[in-house]
């Protein structure tokens, strides 16, 4: 089972609201990692966190603020956020000494 | 700077067709090379991988070949379908410190016509 879901499929949000963004997996990987992706462009890392801890931060505003709670999940607070931060977000997930990253299906975020 | 650079940025083919991807990076400290295919509004879903001791890696219809001292490397697609038209991203990291980091080609927007 090489599966990560992510939750909502779709999110519309506007400037001033908060929401957050679901990622779990339960294939045992303890590196889980966030990607942004604008249209037509190859997935940007925003995070990593490995073993549960925050290790890569890709100077991301302050507006996105990643969580991971226990080993099989990972959530994205959103507060604040721009219409051009509209993009499908990715989650990922790795074992923590192996390069192969297996992604989900995205969260597809508008903001208006 | 991009350190992995893809070509080209589409491409079309007939059913049966063999399309090449090609991709060549800059940073000799790499040392795993995947490709991922991605379907409109899905995420990547890995292909196929290759690590630089071979030159040839076979999985199903999609075959990598790596030029380690051309620093490139290439996806073919055998026998190709129209199921096939994707996007296409090569990507490159290294083992160590940064290992989490896949750097990832522009895509190639492949279309395989019917």
């Known amino acids: 089972d090489t599966e990560v879901t992510q939750t909502p499929k779709h999110l519309v949000m506007g400037m001033t609201n908060k929401k957050s963004l679901k990622c779990e997996q339960h294939?045992?990987?303890?590196?889980m990692y966030w990607y942004k992706q604008k249209a037509k462009k190859p997935p940007e890392l925003m995070f990593v966190?490995?073993?549960?801890?925050?290790?890569i931060n890709e100077s991301v505003p302050s507006r996105f603020s990643p969580e991971c709670p226990n080993s099989s999940l990972l959530n994205l607070h959103l507060h604040a956020l721009q219409p051009e931060d509209s993009a499908l977000y990715l989650c990922?997930?790795?074992?923590?000494?192996?390069?192969?990253?297996?992604f989900g299906p995205g969260t597809r975020l508008l903001v208006l | 700077q991009q350190q992995v650079k893809q070509s080209p940025q589409s491409l079309i083919v007939q059913k049966g067709g063999i399309p090449i991807i090609n991709c060549a990076y800059e940073?000799?400290?790499?040392?795993?090379f995947p490709w991922y295919q991605q379907f409109p509004g899905k995420g990547p879903a890995l292909l196929i991988a290759?690590?630089?001791?071979?030159s040839e890696k076979k999985e199903g219809r999609f075959t990598i070949s790596f030029n380690k001292s051309a620093k490139q490397f290439s996806l073919h697609i055998m026998d190709s379908q129209p199921g096939d038209s994707a996007t296409y991203f090569c990507?490159?990291?290294?083992?160590?410190?940064?290992?989490?980091?896949?750097?990832f080609g522009k895509g190639t927007l492949l279309t395989v016509n019917p």
């Open positions: 940073n000799t400290a790499f040392d795993y």
């Open positions: 290759i690590r630089p001791d071979v």
């Open positions: 966190y490995s073993y549960e801890k925050l290790s």
């Open positions: 990507a490159a990291s290294r083992s160590g410190g940064s290992n989490y980091k896949l750097t």
């Open positions: 294939m045992g990987h303890r590196a």
């Open positions: 990922a997930s790795s074992q923590a000494d192996q390069e192969t990253q297996y």
